[in-house]
T-cell receptor, first 114, second 112 residues
Framework: NAGVMQNPRHLVRRRGQEARLRCSPMKGHSHVYWYRQLPEEGLKFMVYLQKENIIDESGMPKERFSAEFPKEGPSILRIQQVVRGDSAAYFC????????????FGPGTRLTVL | QQQVKQSPQSLIVQKGGIPIINCAYENTAFDYFPWYQQFPGKGPALLIAIRPDVSEKKEGRFTISFNKSAKQFSLHIMDSQPGDSATYFCAVLSGGYQKVTFGTGTKLQVIP
């Protein structure tokens, strides 16, 4: 049973470009969460999605950031017109639909904005 | 506002020592208190977790102590090993759904 998969593992973008980060949850998991981790800091919640629904996006910046979890395929975190301050590690986590408390984290995507 | 305060920021112990990491929270609605372990370049992994109906939980060399009235909980690592060197995060969750609020992390180094 494969764990949470994220790709790419490393992403380099120039200022103003778009970044697309992908997350495939564990098999059977229908809840996906995105977190951002700045260097030497803890993880900060960004958004919680279920299939085709955004449940809580209270941690998402109001502009340039969006997330989706379509019926088919991975969840996508999209950052438009990236700036240097977007450089961070972005982690995806998933949990089953039964309301279990444990979230399983992926290895993360490290975004560097030049 | 910071919902979870974690200390210390970093910790160095010798092999066999018992590092203790502390966390304090404010919101009494929290009802699930996990600890995560993160190695460099990896995602966090659940280490051990406790609910507020018990005061202590042990799993192997890891123990959580929970003080509901003080709104504090701590992680103890017995007989620490160099392989335990990692960053440890406490976290809190409340019922409804599982948005995890993390502490700021403690970087632990266990020296041989």
């Amino acid at each position: 049973n494969a764990g949470v998969m994220q790709n790419p593992r490393h992403l380099v973008r120039r200022r103003g470009q778009e970044a697309r980060l992908r997350c495939s949850p564990m098999k059977g998991h229908s809840h996906v969460y995105w977190y951002r981790q700045l260097p030497e800091e803890g993880l900060k919640f960004m958004v919680y999605l279920q299939k085709e629904n955004i449940i809580d996006e209270s941690g998402m910046p109001k502009e340039r950031f969006s997330a989706e979890f379509p019926k088919e395929g991975p969840s996508i975190l999209r950052i438009q017109q990236v700036v240097r301050g977007d450089s961070a590690a972005y982690f995806c986590a998933s949990s089953p639909p039964t309301g279990a408390d444990e979230q399983f984290f992926g290895p993360g995507t490290r975004l560097t904005v030049l | 506002q910071q919902q979870v305060k974690q200390s210390p920021q970093s910790l160095i112990v010798q092999k066999g020592g018992i590092p203790i990491i502390n966390c304090a929270y404010e919101n009494t609605a929290f009802d699930y208190f996990p600890w995560y372990q993160q190695f460099p370049g990896k995602g966090p992994a659940l280490l051990i977790a406790i609910r507020p109906d018990v005061s202590e939980k042990k799993e192997g060399r890891f123990t959580i102590s929970f003080n509901k009235s003080a709104k504090q909980f701590s992680l103890h690592i017995m007989d620490s090993q160099p392989g335990d060197s990692a960053t440890y995060f406490c976290a809190v969750l409340s019922g409804g759904y599982q948005k995890v609020t993390f502490g700021t992390g403690t970087k632990l180094q266990v020296i041989p």
